[in-house]
């Protein structure tokens, strides 16, 4: 039992660790309007498109208009479109916020803030709301998934040997009490996933939940799939008392095969599974996976706790041999399993070091990797009797090595299912760019705002301008110019004419700037027949451009 206690104490201190910001699962892919535009009036409504379908947190989606007034109405979701509804702003000029925070297909809650124009960006835009998970959960999530996992390989690898490998001299009261503190700690991981699951999903601390905010979990397909699991798992102890005796009838284990294999299917059913291409294909490899880690795992962790110190060197014989062969077994599925999911999850081979998924896959295949050599090393022994011949302590330290190792991939596979998937961490179209000029100018016959984009030697620039009445309508105009000129050098100044487009209070075309330096910029407007203005700024265009 010393093992299992060093065990745990080591991947305490993992979890424990600082840890950094949950990632988010459903990844933004867009918007109506889109992030970081500026747009000719202010939208009726806002359509936010993410990766995977999404579960809107009540209260928790908002938009905010230039004055920091809330004017969204009750959210709408259809698979993976958020749809807000929203009043005309009382000041519709300047920068909005749309902040949201909503549970992924995957179960994980996903918080952000996007933002878009009307005319010109404001001088101080709404700032969002902090949507980022508390540090006790961010914490606390990984540590259930790795007690749970633990549950899980406790469970199975002494069911599995006093079921099928127990040698009949041996007392069977220790490996059946591990059997049972697996289940246990399943069921308690699963509870303490169900709580955990609230301040998820509302930001809050892991101590802060309200009833309302539970029965929204346990409510939800989430809950539902984590309470189905704790019913099996009841059924599963009421169950398996004569299995463990090896008294069992086949009708019962064959009850008990197929309660397990339910159980099993909970788990993908609340993690990347779900949400992934091909899902049922998924949630089956995940399975697979999951089954081959908690049979050699836990097979592992069963001998060298209660068979190698102490059986006879020729009992050990007969039973390694058939160990052997099951482990061997469970390793090509655990392989297979696990590839498939890569394949899927991963999305592209440069994902596998551009993101972080990718890099701590890399790093569970490593120590894999050591854990296989150590396991084709032991394998090497039972095959040549060693350990019957030489005795079982170059055998014990060789799966003492595999039973930490393999600690090591049960705690890495618990933050794994906390990271964005390499498929979904590249898609990332929801960054708004911090380039260009966007300014508000002002005269007796109307407000001008306008951006020129990116702002950089050359004639690769893209003007947009709205011109409004002095109290912030839009106002139609007939006809537009931009002039630019160099100041401080003997240049003559530059007139392009504006495309008007509709509405009509919206133009748009192109500017040169030849040379770096101050430029001054002149819009000149026309409304009606007789109305024409003039209003003027100066900009600074840049040398270089690739530091911006």
Wanted: glycine share 10%; charged share 10%.
């Amino acid at each position: 039992m010393r093992v299992l206690l060093v065990v745990f104490v080591a991947l305490g201190a993992l979890f424990a660790a600082p840890a950094g910001p949950a990632s988010a699962h459903a990844a933004l892919l867009g918007s109506t309007p889109a992030p970081g535009s500026v747009i000719g009036s202010s939208p009726t409504e806002i359509v936010v498109t993410f990766s995977e379908g999404i579960t809107p947190v009540s209260g928790r989606v908002q938009v905010l208009d230039p004055d920091g007034k809330r004017i969204s109405g009750t959210p709408t979701v259809s698979g993976a479109t958020l749809r807000i509804p929203v009043r005309r702003a009382g000041q519709p000029l300047g920068t909005y916020l749309v902040s949201y925070r909503v549970i992924s297909a995957d179960s994980h809650p996903v918080g952000g803030a996007i933002t878009f124009s009307v005319g010109a960006p404001s001088a101080s835009p709404p700032a969002p709301a902090d949507e980022k998970t508390h540090r006790s959960v961010a914490v606390a999530t990984p540590v259930t998934r790795f007690l749970g996992y633990a549950g899980l390989t406790l469970a199975a690898g002494p069911v599995l040997f006093l079921a099928f490998l127990w040698p009949r001299r041996r007392s069977r009261a220790g490996a059946a009490r591990l059997a049972y503190a697996g289940l246990g700690l399943i069921f308690v991981a699963t509870l303490a996933s169900l709580w955990t699951q609230a301040p998820a999903s509302s930001g809050s601390a892991l101590w802060d939940v309200s009833g309302a905010e539970l029965g929204q979990v346990l409510t939800s397909a989430y809950g539902l799939t984590l309470i189905a699991r704790l019913a099996v798992l009841a059924i599963i102890a009421g169950l398996v008392p004569p299995l463990l005796r090896a008294r069992t009838s086949r009708p019962r284990g064959i009850a008990l095969a197929v309660l397990a294999l339910g159980g099993l299917v909970t788990w993908p059913l609340t993690g990347h599974a779900a949400a992934s291409p091909l899902s049922p294909a998924i949630v089956a490899s995940d399975v697979v996976h999951m089954a081959a880690m908690g049979v050699w795992i836990g097979g592992l962790i069963t001998l060298s706790v209660f068979l190698l110190r102490r059986t006879d060197p020729r009992v050990l014989g007969v039973v390694l041999p058939a160990w052997s062969r099951w482990a061997a077994l469970s390793v090509v599925w655990l392989v297979a399993g696990g590839v498939v999911q890569a394949v899927v999850q991963v999305g592209s081979v440069p994902a596998l070091w551009r993101t972080d998924y990718g890099r701590l896959l890399i790093a569970k295949v490593a120590v894999l990797a050591l854990v296989l050599g150590t396991a084709f090393f032991a394998r090497r022994m039972v095959n040549r009797r060693q350990v019957v011949t030489a005795g079982p302590a170059r055998m014990l330290r060789a799966v003492g090595i595999e039973v930490l190792a393999t600690a090591v991939i049960l705690g890495l596979s618990a933050v794994l299912v906390q990271v964005n998937p390499g498929r979904s961490a590249s898609v990332d179209q929801g960054a708004v760019r911090d380039d260009g000029v966007s300014q508000t100018l002002t005269c007796p016959l109307y407000t001008l705002q306008f951006n020129i984009f990116p702002t950089q030697v050359g004639d690769a620039n893209t003007i947009h301008a709205f011109v409004y009445t002095p109290a912030g309508a839009p106002l139609p105009a007939d006809e537009w110019t931009v002039t630019s000129q160099l100041l401080g050098r003997d240049l003559e100044p530059v007139t392009e004419p504006l495309l008007p487009l509709q509405p009509r209070h919206h133009a748009a075309g192109s500017i040169t700037f030849p040379f770096p330096g101050q430029y001054e910029i002149k819009f000149t407007v026309r409304i009606g027949e007789l109305d024409q203005a003039t209003v003027k700024t100066t900009i600074s265009v840049p040398a270089d451009t690739s530091t911006r």
